[in-house]
């Protein structure tokens, strides 16, 4: 799987929007960006995941740039609770093999 | 109805013991897994079941043995237990194939070796 490159900490104001960048200049056509979040004390959370078109749920919309070379996942409006670390991960999909690998995250502090 | 439940939450145990974690998923999932989070908080495969078959089997000390009774139950077993073992363990479940969602991971065991 591509690595991928993300700040270490964020900080964002409570109501304003996180934008939670990752650079994977290396992924390869077949790779997806995944998003995950993991709140102090439990265990990883699904948000997100995009292949080249961006992506939008209720939880947050994923922007990846046109040549795929990197990503921005946006929380439209952060709260105390979005407070956590972010974990940006491409991957090939639907082999046994390939599971989840998680780098260093980015740490993101929503502030009141 | 947790989707995938770890038992225990916490454990504390002394050098030298042998202890088991339970994990159960209840997604209908094919493929579970095993991540440990160390102090440094990072995250880092274990192991890959697929229809109660290993396919993963990271650089882990043969002290750690799993065992799937089931596609819907992935057990760690772990002997002689060392201090460098405290760590979260989770347990993960995901479908391959299927729908396109990733994993669903439970919410973590707190392994303290003393």
């Known amino acids: 799987d591509a690595k991928t490159t993300q700040p270490p900490s964020m900080d964002c104001a409570e109501g304003r929007a996180a934008n939670l960048p990752c650079n994977h200049s290396?992924?390869?056509?077949?790779?997806?960006v995944y998003w995950y979040r993991q709140i102090h004390s439990q265990g990883p959370q699904y948000i997100i995941h995009?292949?080249?078109n961006n992506e939008t749920n209720e939880m947050a919309s994923l922007i990846i740039t046109e040549d795929r070379k990197s990503s921005t996942l946006i929380l439209p409006h952060a709260t105390l609770r979005d407070t956590a670390v972010y974990y940006c991960?491409?991957?090939?999909?639907?082999?046994?093999?390939?599971?989840?690998?998680f780098g260093g995250g980015t740490r993101l502090m929503v502030k009141p | 109805d947790t989707a995938v439940s770890q038992t225990p939450k916490y454990l504390v145990t002394q050098m030298g013991n042998d202890k088991s974690i339970k994990c159960e998923q209840n997604?209908?999932?094919?493929?579970m897994y095993w991540y440990k989070q160390d102090s440094k908080k990072f995250l880092k495969i274990m192991f890959s079941?697929?229809?109660?078959?290993?396919?993963i089997n990271e650089t882990v000390p043969n002290r750690f043995s799993p065992k799937s009774p089931d596609k819907a139950h992935l057990n760690l077993h772990i002997n002689s237990l060392e201090l460098g073992d405290s760590a979260v363990y989770f347990c993960?479940?995901?479908?391959?194939?299927?729908?396109?969602?990733?994993?669903?991971f439970g919410s973590g065991t707190r392994l303290t070796v003393v």
């Open positions: 997604l209908g999932h094919d493929t």
């Open positions: 079941y697929n229809n109660k078959e290993l396919i």
């Open positions: 290396t992924i390869s056509g077949n790779e997806y």
């Open positions: 993960a479940s995901s479908q391959l194939g299927g729908a396109n969602y990733g994993y669903t």
């Open positions: 991960i491409v991957r090939v999909d639907w082999n046994a093999g390939n599971m989840l690998t």
């Open positions: 995009g292949l080249k």
